[in-house]
Nanobody
């Protein structure tokens, strides 16, 4: 399994950024996918997850600002981020779990496959 993130960068507060994750080596449509992030000196935290039927769940800190989506034809996971804040600065990771797709989780320990991460910096 390979997960490769892209799209990170530097953005001003209030700005927008879109992340992508290209997945290979798995039957993408059958896996629950998620985005996590880790800021310097902090633990990795779940940001958003998407399962079958495109059901989505978000961390409270990003609700209304971030949108997770998936393209099962192109095996791609996306995260559209808007109204970005300095506290959104972190390394963002794409992850996949082998647990049943209907199991909604943003627990790091429940995810089996991880990308290498892409850096998002929100600063003026």
């Amino acid at each position: 399994v390979q997960l490769v993130e892209s799209g990170g960068g530097l953005v001003q507060p209030g700005g927008s950024l879109s992340l992508s994750c290209a997945a290979s080596g798995l039957t993408f449509s059958t896996y629950r996918m998620a985005w996590f992030r880790q800021a310097p000196g902090k633990e990795r935290e779940g940001v958003a997850t998407i399962g079958g039927a495109y059901s989505t769940t978000y961390a409270d800190s990003v609700k209304g600002r971030f949108t997770i989506s998936r393209d099962n034809f192109n095996n791609t996971l996306s995260l559209q981020m808007s109204s970005l804040r300095p506290e959104d600065t972190a390394m963002y990771y794409c992850a996949a779990t082998v647990r049943p797709i209907g199991r909604v989780t943003l627990e790091e320990a429940e995810y089996n496959y991880w990308g290498q991460g892409t850096q998002v910096t929100v600063s003026s």
